[in-house]
């Protein structure tokens, strides 16, 4: 039930493009509970205000402007905010690129006119900046005999055209979650997927998505759940029913 709840206080949670949308909303959520965040995203003055914002209501915050496509900058990110706390206990793998055509803007291409650059961008960051950072944080997550890794689904209803290239990378990462949970179940690493429960209008969606699609506090406590997750839920799609976590048939 949502009442019995575990607290986050003290728990040192990352979240990856959590200057805004989402990932911010989340932050909040982890914020809200007592965690202390590690917010990383490419745009550097978006980050700065939300940490402002957090930072306002009482939460510590530390910033990492890093593109989780590069290597370095996860490394380097994973292993700063490591350093300020002195532990990692959560990852949220938020960061990836969306199509958005729920707001109303231009459908991306169908395949047959699709730009090779841009399949591997869209590929690159969705599954290949989650890679990297499950990576990285599981440096920190396993000689300590625990962690929490959240992954991000989404568009379970998208249809092409358009859709193909960034469904390809949210149903391999349904695939990389399942495996990696078995890969770390020895280490008492609970990795998970999840969504946020539907097409999200974010701040900055058009002003005629944002009066009829749900914000992200459409998502509630799913991330903040996610984060306490037991290990039988781990390499598991998971959703939220009745205030609690279950598995997606």
């Known amino acids: 039930m949502e009442g019995a709840r575990l607290s986050l206080t003290g728990q040192v949670v990352i979240v990856t493009g959590g200057a805004k949308g989402i990932g911010r909303y989340a932050a909040?959520?982890?914020?809200?509970?007592?965690?202390?965040?590690?917010?990383?995203?490419?745009?550097a003055s978006r980050l700065e205000q939300t940490a402002q914002e957090l930072r306002a209501a009482g939460?510590?915050?530390?910033?990492?402007?890093?593109?989780?496509?590069?290597?370095?900058?996860?490394?380097?990110?994973v292993d700063e905010v490591?350093?300020?706390?002195?532990?990692?206990?959560?990852l949220l793998n938020n960061a990836g690129i969306v199509p958005h055509f729920n707001w109303g803007l231009p459908r991306w291409s169908p395949i047959r006119e699709m730009d090779k650059?841009?399949?591997?961008?869209?590929?690159?960051?969705?599954?290949?900046?989650?890679f990297l950072c499950t990576k990285h944080v599981l440096r920190h997550m396993r000689p300590r005999g625990a962690g929490h890794i959240i992954?991000?689904?989404?568009?379970?209803?998208?249809?092409?055209?358009?859709?193909?290239?960034?469904?390809?990378?949210?149903?391999?990462?349904?695939?990389?979650?399942?495996?990696?949970?078995?890969?770390?179940?020895?280490?008492?690493?609970c990795i998970v997927v999840i969504s946020p429960g539907a097409a999200i209008a974010t701040e900055d969606a058009p002003e005629e998505a944002r009066r009829r699609m749900p914000g992200p506090d459409f998502a509630g406590s799913r991330f903040v759940l996610a984060?306490?997750?037991?290990?039988?839920?781990?390499?598991?799609?998971?959703?939220?029913?009745?205030?609690?976590l279950a598995i997606e048939s």
């Open 59 to 77: 939460t510590e915050v530390h910033t990492v402007v890093a593109d989780v496509t590069n290597e370095q900058d996860v490394s380097r990110m």
């Open 227 to 244: 984060a306490q997750a037991d290990m039988d839920l781990s390499g598991h799609l998971v959703t939220l029913q009745d205030g609690m």
């Open 151 to 189: 992954n991000v689904y989404g568009g379970a209803g998208l249809t092409p055209p358009g859709g193909c290239a960034y469904m390809v990378s949210k149903d391999a990462i349904k695939t990389f979650t399942r495996f990696v949970a078995a890969e770390e179940r020895d280490a008492n690493v």
């Open 82 to 90: 490591a350093s300020h706390y002195g532990q990692i206990d959560v």
């Open 28 to 43: 909040g959520t982890f914020a809200a509970e007592g965690a202390r965040l590690g917010l990383a995203d490419v745009d």
């Open 117 to 130: 650059d841009f399949w591997e961008r869209v590929i690159r960051t969705n599954l290949g900046g989650t």
